[in-house]
């Protein structure tokens, strides 16, 4: 272990509080080994100098969730032999990282791994937290005492959709942050940034962790839209496809903040590790 | 517990079931679980039901002794004749139930999958009966190799959607529909097609296609006195199986799958990929919301499979079969594509019925069956007609 358990969870958190990319904080998410293994410890490092925490997406076959981005690059990072393994030794191997790494992944791919060898592993690695979007409040409780007790988190996902007393019970009991779905719909869809205030709001007030809002963010207007009601954005599909356009992940995130946070403050904290990526 | 109680309220059979899916469609299914158990309690709905099956889609459909292929194969054989209810297939039985709970539910469209598009017809006929818009995704292999199929659910009004993601089968459709129903939980409503999935379906799925037991079990008692040594049905999702099987599941009944061996045969245990045979082959996982045996390796990824016949060729199969497996309380074994062209071609030739080609693994399984059991009494879900397979056996030379 690198830390002691609590200190990852709540430096998570603090994190997203805080952020050091400027309001909201930037959660970047992006698919492991994509665009190829060899390229992905470089891209991680640069995105992690920018970004306020980063997920790294574990590649399914079969990503029910997801849109027709996170179906591209995670078909093209298993034909690059990514796996769980390789995702897990990488991280050992990729050096300090200036942002918090959670593992983003279908169940399938973790329960074939084993959840007593992963948690160990992925405390090993400095490993802050899980999200499993196929993983919902009923199926999670074994695995979440057992993520909880090695010292990670696991994140609730909610959506619109989620009823009142039911969103209550997944923030109280989320880590690291509450992951706000923002529309019902798949990943890299269009996202619903108006008329989700109520819900947003319904959401903070019911979590004393950070809360991020995700699915189909874009621009730096939707970025602008939602920094009054959250506490950070995740951005997926839009980084995956400058990535695949051979554009500069690092700077694309570096505008959407910094063109988002004008005049809500926090624009002043921004530059320091950030400045320093290529 | 005895065999019949599960599910239990999570939708688990054992350790097998459950709900795994995104949160934005646990609300979804909650509804549709209360609608369902609601509905199926309501005798006025139980009417409408017992009506449309009997006036639209035939039944009860007949049982109908296999005496020349019986003699042939060494066994009293009888034929529980799905092929010929409304639109060639058992998968019937369920899509009516489901359209007439999605318009009780007031579903403004349904999204269905189908793999050798057997149950993407029988959706749209439901649909169209009810006035129902359909959209159904199918793998774009799949829309080539039961090309009749995607003609008639376009006649039934119906879109059809190819896929061309993933392995372009039914699989890909079922990922896609999935998606599409993930876009408005609350207006679309999921029809999917066999035992598998998140909680309720397996459940309500085997509800709905239970009357091929019920009805099988009733005629085989009036017609010979007593209950067959065996019942042996194919397994793709398991539908037809589960509901041939469940109705005997506290009799002294041995209960038989057969899963598609594809090019690797009777008794390969090679495992490798070229088949479908999920139970024989497969361990546990998760794949399209539920705990079950699966075709993957082992990073948890799901394998392509194969198999000569569209709805078999699937890496998942139904939570209740994993567990009637895993409890030995039913039998799973595997057939080849060759063998099941071969008892194809036999059936047609003998009996004058011409068999689908996933109904061709249950007959090829009951030769092998035959074989070590001389003389023993079958009963035999035969759960579609082969009219959709002509191109491919033509193809294979028959
Ligand atoms: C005639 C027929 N039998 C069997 C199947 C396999 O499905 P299940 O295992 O759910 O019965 C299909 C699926 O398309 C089919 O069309």
């Known amino acids: ?278 | 517990m005895t065999a019949t109680t599960w599910p239990d309220a999570r939708g688990r059979f054992g350790k097998f079931g459950g709900r795994y899916v995104p949160e934005t469609l646990v609300g979804a299914l909650e509804r549709l679980d209360l609608a369902a158990h609601e509905a199926l309690a309501d005798e006025r709905f139980g009417e409408t039901l017992s009506l449309e099956l009997e006036s639209w889609v035939g039944r009860p459909t007949p049982l109908s002794r296999a005496q020349r292929l019986g003699d042939a194969w060494g066994l009293e054989l009888w034929l529980k004749r799905e092929d010929l209810a409304h639109t060639g297939a058992h998968k019937i039985n369920n899509a009516v139930g489901q359209a007439l709970l999605a318009q009780r539910m007031g579903a403004g469209r349904v999204v269905a999958e189908t793999g050798a598009g057997q149950h993407g017809v029988a959706a749209a006929a439901a649909c169209a009966r009810l006035g129902l818009p359909c959209t159904v995704y199918m793998g774009a292999i799949d829309m080539k190799r039961q090309a009749p199929n995607v003609q008639r659910m376009r006649l039934f009004g119906t879109e059809v959607v190819p896929v061309e993601a993933g392995d372009a089968t039914l699989r890909a459709a079922i990922d896609e529909a999935m998606r599409d129903w993930v876009a408005d939980p609350e207006g679309t409503f999921y029809l999917l097609g066999s035992v598998v999935g998140p909680h309720p379906y397996p459940w309500l799925v085997r509800q709905f296609q239970r009357v091929i037991g019920i009805e099988a079990r009733h005629q085989f008692l009036k017609r010979t006195g007593g209950l067959p040594d065996a019942c042996i049905a194919c397994v793709g999702g398991g539908s037809n199986a589960i509901g041939l099987f469940h109705p005997f599941l506290d009799d002294p009944v041995e209960l038989i799958g057969i899963e598609a061996g594809g090019a690797t045969g009777r008794s390969g245990i090679d495992g490798g990929a070229g088949h479908a045979a999920t139970i024989t082959h497969g361990s546990p996982g998760v794949l399209h919301g539920c705990y079950s045996m699966l075709l993957q390796d082992s990073d948890g990824q799901i394998l392509e499979t194969h198999s000569v016949s569209a709805g078999l060729d699937y890496p998942g199969v139904g939570p209740e079969h994993s567990f009637l497996n895993s409890s030995s309380i039913a039998y799973y074994y595997t057939v080849s594509d060759a063998e099941a062209i071969g008892a194809l071609e036999e059936c047609s030739r003998l009996e004058g019925i011409l068999p689908a080609l996933e109904t061709a693994h249950a007959l090829a399984g009951a030769k092998n069956y035959g074989r070590d059991h001389p003389g023993a009494s079958l009963l035999l879900g035969c759960s579609g007609r082969g009219d959709k397979d002509l191109d491919i056996l033509a193809g294979a030379g028959l």
Request: hydrophobic letters at 40%.
């Open chain 1, 1 to 278: 272990m690198t830390a002691p358990p609590v200190g990852r969870v709540t430096a998570l958190e603090r994190r997203l509080k805080h952020p050091t990319s400027g309001a909201p904080a930037l959660v970047a998410y992006l698919t492991a080994g994509f665009p190829s293994r060899s390229a992905f410890p470089d891209l991680l490092r640069s995105v992690a100098g920018v970004a306020d925490a980063v997920e790294i997406g574990v590649p399914f076959t079969d990503p029910m969730a997801d849109g027709i981005t996170i179906q591209r690059t995670s078909r093209i990072a298993l034909e690059d032999g990514v796996t769980l393994h390789w995702i897990l030794e990488m991280l050992g191997s990729v050096g300090r990282l200036e942002a918090p790494v959670l593992l983003m992944s279908y169940v399938n791919p973790l329960l074939a791994y084993g959840w007593h060898r992963l948690t160990d592993r992925a405390g090993e690695v400095d490993v802050a937290g899980f999200i499993v979007p196929d993983l919902p409040w009923e199926e999670c409780q074994p695995v979440r005492s057992r993520i909880e007790g090695a010292g990670m988190a696991l994140v609730q996902l909610v959506s619109p959709l989620t009823p009142e007393p039911r969103l209550q019970t997944l923030c109280a009991a989320s880590r690291g942050f509450v992951y706000a779905v923002t529309t019902t719909g798949t990943t890299g869809g269009e996202g619903n940034t108006e008329g989700i205030a109520d819900y947003l709001r319904r959401v903070t007030r019911h979590s004393t962790v950070p809360v991020c809002a995700g699915f189909g963010i874009r621009s730096t207007r939707q970025v602008r839209q939602l920094a009054p009601h959250v506490d950070g954005v995740v951005i997926g599909s839009a980084l995956l496809e400058v990535i695949e356009r051979g554009g500069e992940p690092a700077r694309f995130l570096r505008d959407l903040c910094e063109g988002s946070s004008g005049g809500m403050g926090g624009a002043g904290q921004r530059g320091g590790p950030a400045a320093a990526t290529p």
